[in-house]
């Protein structure tokens, strides 16, 4: 089935607390993650909250990352939103569930964009 | 069922092609859906493509908002991921579907965070 989007939803269970609370750990872990993934950074937003916590997205040429961290829970919910065949977001989900000393994951990936058109395009001419 | 948080996955078919290829429009959009939803706003990011597509996120206290235009297809892919019991993530939804004048809209709700913790708390004391 032909998409646009391709959109993984993982979910990560006794993280390292330390890690998943490091505001710059986890910004450089999403930025790397980006770019083994094949994808382009154009944009971020990260912030820490008190008394723990850290929310941060990745804007790509190809969609976006995020994450929200619990890490009073060791919780971490990852999303990796890519388009276009040169990307592969299972690899930045592999290495961020890694970075973060994840004991267990669980990943859908939902289908974003199923349309009922010929030839369909991420970009055009793409 | 308890959960950290609520994740809806929007697709937006037959959108006014105008509405979402105005990078200014969508922000407005997003920031506005986000405060109707209840959401405190702390950060943005948005990008304007060539030749068309706008690519947006809005990080809320509460976690996010996303969003990937497809001008060239009148389609539109939404996130809207909430935290808490004080945010309704479904109303920023439904704003966003109006402004962008969406014929056709689906949308599927996501528990995240489902943890096996008796008391579970998005936030310490909340």
Known sequence: MKSLGK?????????????????QKVENALVKAAEIA??????????????YGVS?????????????TWPEYGFAAVDVFTCGDHV????????LKEVFGTQNATVETILRGVLNIPDLRHKPGG
Chains 1, 2 share one sequence.
């Open 7 to 23: 959109h993984l939803l993982a979910e990560y269970y006794r993280c390292d607390e330390n890690a998943i609370n490091d505001v």
């Open 38 to 51: 094949g994808a382009t950074v154009i944009g971020k937003s990260f912030h820490r909250f008190e008394p």
């Open 56 to 68: 941060g997205v990745v804007v790509i040429s190809e969609s976006h990352l995020t994450i929200h």
């Open 88 to 95: 592969d977001p299972m690899k930045a989900h592999e290495y």
